[in-house]
């Protein structure tokens, strides 16, 4: 009688074969894997590249400053009065000597009047003296009460003519005049303020710069002024004073410019961005602001290089370079040892490289570095 063989037997055996054949599967296919990557290379790096030019830059000192007036003052009443005529309008730019305010004179007028009458009567009166002195028909003494009496007169008519012109207020230079802050009719005591007036052109900056900026500044040394409001424009002048002393609670010294305004668009009291300018220039390496990767052992860039590549074509490679940086202008900096002049350093997907990665240059939409930039408004 024949042994029949146990399905259970018959299934473990098949599950080996079957379990068998996966292994043997996934064996060969880690087997491949590990065999593509002894040989993989990774794809290049895309990144951009820019030159290591040579430039000529000007020794610059920036300073943050303040926009003074040549000439302000705030324009008032030197005598009591009304006021019967205004003679600008708010903002306007005025001449020296122009009637701003009139008060009222009709009472001095009149008691001019009255005195020009008295110093003709007086001096009338001086020379009938003097003729009748020299017939002797008089006494020294009423020739001398004459004269007196003639002088008096001219000197009230003097006194009045003055008070009268104080009564026309003008301004006392060029410039421009802010609102008014009287109206007709206003009865004004001495020393109302009546408007400021501001001279616009030129016009001063006043900075601040540490003590060392003592060794080379000088009267005369160009300076260049920028305020935000407009940012695609700027202003030349000159140093016109260096203060001689240096405040001893920060140790900077005070130095005004003066500043060429004649569009008017530079205001009293507005911040401004100042340049201090050298009339010597000096060379130096730059590189966009962008190549540099710094960190906290040591500022570097990737210099791109070429080298053979695996199948034997020349292919391109960044290579780590640590360098030491300057001055920064714009969007470029100056480098002032680690590079020369004509080689190519990565100018942006620096951060993403490894010393020694292969990479591939597109510089399609690569930014363009100015030393001015400016930009666009969304």
């Known amino acids: 009688m024949k042994t029949k063989t146990k399905p259970w037997l018959v299934a473990i055996l098949c599950l080996i074969v079957v379990i068998g054949a996966l292994a043997g599967i996934k064996g060969s296919q880690i087997g491949a894997m590990l065999k593509a990557g002894k040989t993989f290379v990774p794809p290049p790096e895309s990144v ?12 610059v000192q920036s300073a943050i400053g303040t926009l003074v007036a040549v000439h302000g003052v705030t ?43 008295d110093a003709a009567l007086a001096k009338t009166s001086l020379e009938r003296a003097r003729n009748l002195r020299q017939g002797g028909a008089n006494t020294p003494a009423d020739l001398d009460a004459a004269e007196a009496r003639s002088a008096q007169t001219q000197a009230a008519v003097a006194n009045l003519e003055a008070i009268i012109a104080k009564k026309s207020i003008r301004a006392p230079f060029d410039g421009r005049v802010a609102i008014r802050q009287v109206e007709l009719g206003q009865v004004v005591s001495t020393g109302t303020p009546i408007a400021s007036l501001q001279s616009v052109s030129p016009i001063h900056v006043d900075f601040w710069l540490p003590q060392q900026a003592l060794a080379e500044l000088k009267v005369g040394q160009r300076v260049r002024v920028r305020v935000d409001i407009f940012p695609n424009a700027s202003w030349e ?29 530079l205001r009293p009291g507005m911040f401004a961005s100042v340049e201090v300018l050298s009339s010597e220039k000096h060379n130096v390496l ?36 640590f360098v030491r940086v300057g001055e920064r202008r714009g969007d470029f ?43 666009a408004d969304n």
Not at 51 to 59: D, K, N, S
Not at 295 to 320: F, H, M, N, T, W
């Open 48 to 59: 951009s590249s820019a030159r290591v030019e040579a430039a000529q830059w000007e020794p």
């Open 75 to 117: 324009v008032g009443a030197e005598l009591p009065g009304t006021i019967r005529q205004i003679g600008f309008e708010s903002g306007a730019s005025v001449k020296q000597g122009t009637v701003l305010v009139k008060l009222d004179t009709s009472a001095e007028e009149a008691q001019l009047a009255s005195a020009v009458a």
């Open 237 to 265: 002048g000159e140093i016109t004073t260096v203060n001689p002393e240096v405040d001893v609670a920060t140790r900077n010294v005070r130095v005004r410019a003066t500043v060429q305004n004649g569009d008017g668009r």
């Open 286 to 321: 730059v590189i966009p602001a962008t190549a540099v990767v710094y960190a906290p052992y040591g500022d570097s860039v990737y210099v791109i290089e070429e080298k053979p590549g695996p199948s034997g074509q020349a292919a391109l490679s960044a290579r780590q370079r």
């Open 333 to 375: 900096v100056a480098v002032t040892s680690g590079l020369s002049a004509g080689e190519t350093v990565v100018s942006s997907g620096a951060f993403k490289l490894r010393n020694g990665e292969a990479v591939a240059v597109n510089n399609a939409l690569a930014p363009h570095p100015e030393l001015a930039p400016h930009p």
